[in-house]
T-cell receptor, first 110, second 112 residues
């Protein structure tokens, strides 16, 4: 399989807590992206980080990239019930196509 | 802008039937892709297109056919539906092939 891997598979936290999910990939990349999918809906792009960047912020989202470990993490700070969704990473490690991970299911309890 | 639209939202087929899933985008994106999403497996690329008249296979192309006669439309054809094609299908468009993808709402297909 060409899929990347994410962990944990599922995460349940209280509103206001931080959520961290991780993504690993197999070969070299130009960029890594994170997407959110609400139940029954299409994916929505959150953030893109290039291989020469180590950290990127967007609102309450913080993404880090460690190319030496071939891994990335997505941190959502001060989580809200509306953050409940599945989160996917995607890389271009096979050149002309994006490879998506299996996703992390995040549940934020209010 | 409507973004990426897909029809139908839901479809039930019998084994052996054929059908076309429609996808359209109004963002003038050159690149369009079809993915299928199965439980626990993320998204897998079926076919993609880098412009009108140009298509190529993704990771799981067998049993599917595509064409791209205009920039806006990228239909996916199931030639002879099989139960293994039961899935949720997403169309996406982008300005760069491996850049930010804009996804449609999906088509939930069940093959009996």
């Amino acid at each position: 399989s060409q899929q990347g891997e994410e962990d944990p598979q599922a995460l349940s936290i209280q509103e206001g807590e931080n959520a961290t999910m991780n993504c690993s990939y197999k070969t070299s990349i130009n960029n890594l992206q994170w997407y959110r999918q609400n139940s029954g809906r299409g994916l929505v792009h959150l953030i893109l980080i290039r291989s020469n960047e180590r950290e990127k912020h967007s609102g309450r989202l913080r993404v880090t990239l460690d190319t030496s470990k071939k891994s990335s993490s997505l941190l959502i700070t001060a989580s809200r019930a509306a953050d409940t969704a599945s989160y996917f990473c995607a890389t271009d490690e096979y050149g002309n196509k994006l490879v998506f991970g299996a996703g992390t299911i995040l549940r934020v309890k209010s | 802008n409507a973004g990426v639209t897909q029809t139908p939202k839901f479809q039930v087929l019998k084994t052996g039937q054929s059908m076309t899933l429609q996808c359209a985008q109004d963002m003038n994106h050159e690149y369009m892709s079809w993915y299928r999403q199965d439980p626990g497996m993320g998204l897998r690329l079926i076919h993609y297109s880098v412009g009108a008249g140009i298509t190529d296979q993704g990771e799981v192309p067998n049993g599917y056919n595509v064409s791209r006669s205009t920039t806006e439309d990228f239909p996916l054809r199931l030639l002879s539906a099989a139960p293994s094609q039961t899935s949720v299908y997403f169309c996406a468009s982008s300005q760069r092939l491996t850049g930010e993808q804009f996804f449609g709402p999906g088509t939930r297909l069940t093959v009996l």
